[in-house]
């Protein structure tokens, strides 16, 4: 297999919406809400007195959320030609964090709005998964695409060497995360981090 340059993509938050789509469902499924006070699902999730769903709670809402409600997930918008116009050149892989038995839906969703990459589901850090990667493709390059700030921590201390781009692609949670302190750069739309991405694979 030739070598390439690996592209190692986050979904939700960077290749599909899901904060509308969650509340949506949280809202028409469950009579819940989210509060966007803070940028956490677990304590945000409000009954309609106010209180707070109990963390053990969360987790069923979540796989019920991404069990039937999936195909209501919409695509950021350029994230499909931004990683068509890399897939010409470069490995795609999805790097989600999405239980194992939810992974297959994901790739036919994601196949079917115009992203037909490989999706691997993870849960926690994502440096140990996308060191296996590395040693899968062996790639002349790596870059990894993430909302959250704790993963981009786990990739540097996993294999520091690729190269960490940190993108909030919602509007609604923008504002509430910080730019990871170990990426090497940020950007919250496509056409500006495909930019990026093609002057880190020119050089």
């Not at 899968?136 to 996993?158: C, G, M, R, W, Y």
Request: one cysteine or more; charged letters at 20%.
């Amino acid at each position: 297999m030739k070598q390439r340059p690996l592209i190692v993509s986050d979904c939700d938050g960077v290749l599909l919406h899901f904060i509308a789509p969650f509340i949506d469902y949280l809202r028409a499924v469950h009579g819940l809400t989210l509060s966007l006070d803070t940028f956490a699902l677990t304590g945000n999730v409000k009954r309609p007195d106010g209180t707070a769903v109990p963390a053990q709670d969360f987790p069923p809402l979540l796989n019920g959320f991404f069990a039937d409600w999936m195909h209501n997930q919409h695509p950021i918008v350029g994230a499909a030609d931004a990683l068509g116009q890399l897939a010409k050149d470069c490995d795609v892989v999805v790097l989600t964090n999405i239980a194992d038995h939810h992974a297959a839906r994901r790739t036919t969703e994601l196949a079917r709005l115009g992203m037909p990459y490989r999706v691997i589901g993870n849960q926690g850090g994502k440096g140990a998964p996308l060191k296996k990667l590395l040693d899968e493709f062996q790639p002349t390059e790596t870059i990894f695409i993430d909302d959250l700030p704790p993963n981009h921590t786990s990739v540097k201390a996993h294999v520091p060497h690729v190269h960490r781009l940190h993108m909030v692609a919602e509007p609604e949670v923008r504002h509430l995360i910080p730019m990871s302190p170990d990426a090497h750069a940020r950007h919250d739309d496509w056409p500006a981090m495909l930019s990026h991405i093609e002057t880190i694979l020119k050089g």
